[in-house]
């Protein structure tokens, strides 16, 4: 059974950035590809990206290019994204997910790091 | 990429059989047997129940399928039980590579 883990809930003012991280059990993140979801309060869930297990190649939704930036440490197997220029409608539970190669859904979601932005 | 369109709500008796539509276009939905679904309980992680249009994962209750049909998936839930009340998510791969969710609905259980 794959755990993923998130980092902790954020706190930032408007223009300010934050960086997210995420690791799972074993080596998951050398297989899997990793994608990012966004959840607004009172919204739907948003597909933001997605990051391919050799870290190499990254998409993203259109909505958030050049906003956000999604990475991978392969020493320590963690994954990050970082969200810039931040704005209140930037507010959201932020989820990772793990995908199995060429299976197209997602059976293992991370617990969401809730990211504030408020002045 | 635009969101996949679903019903804001849906509701109905228990026991009853309820169906959710998501509505993509040949892009997504259309052209792949890429679509699955998601139940969400507010505060808890959304939770796989249906993949690949109608596969089910393991422990998932026989009383959820799904199917398709042209750019719309559907999303059946027979024999509605209070616990089934929550909001309903569909997802689809697009030709792009990249993913889309649909709006979401919110199943009331009458």
């Known amino acids: 059974q794959v755990q993923v883990v998130q980092s902790g809930a954020e706190v930032r003012e408007p223009g300010a950035s934050v960086k997210l991280s995420c690791k799972a059990s074993?080596?998951?993140?050398?297989?899997?590809?990793t994608h990012w979801v966004r959840q607004a309060p009172g919204q739907g869930l948003e597909w933001m990206g997605v990051i391919d297990p050799s870290g190499t190649t990254i998409k993203y939704a259109q909505k958030f290019q050049g906003g956000v930036t999604m990475s991978k440490d392969r020493f320590t197997t963690t994954l990050y994204m970082e969200l810039s220029s931040l704005r209140s409608e930037d507010t959201a539970i932020y989820y990772c997910l793990i995908e199995e190669p060429q299976t197209y859904f997602f059976d293992y979601w991370g617990q969401g790091t809730l990211v504030t932005v408020s002045s | 990429q635009s969101a996949l369109t679903q019903p804001a709500s849906v509701s109905g008796s228990p026991g009853q059989s309820i169906t959710i539509s998501c509505t993509g276009t040949n892009s997504d939905v259309g052209i792949f047997n890429r679509v699955s679904w998601y139940q969400h309980h507010p505060g808890k992680v959304p939770k796989l129940i249906i993949y690949e249009v109608y596969k089910r994962p393991s422990g998932i209750s026989d009383r959820f399928s799904g199917s398709k049909s042209g750019n719309t998936a559907s999303l059946t839930i027979s024999g509605l039980q209070a616990e089934d009340e929550t909001d309903y998510y569909c997802c689809s791969n697009v030709n792009t590579g990249l993913y889309v969710f649909g709006t979401g609905t919110k199943v009331t259980v009458l």
């Open positions: 074993g080596n998951t993140f050398t297989y899997y590809y």
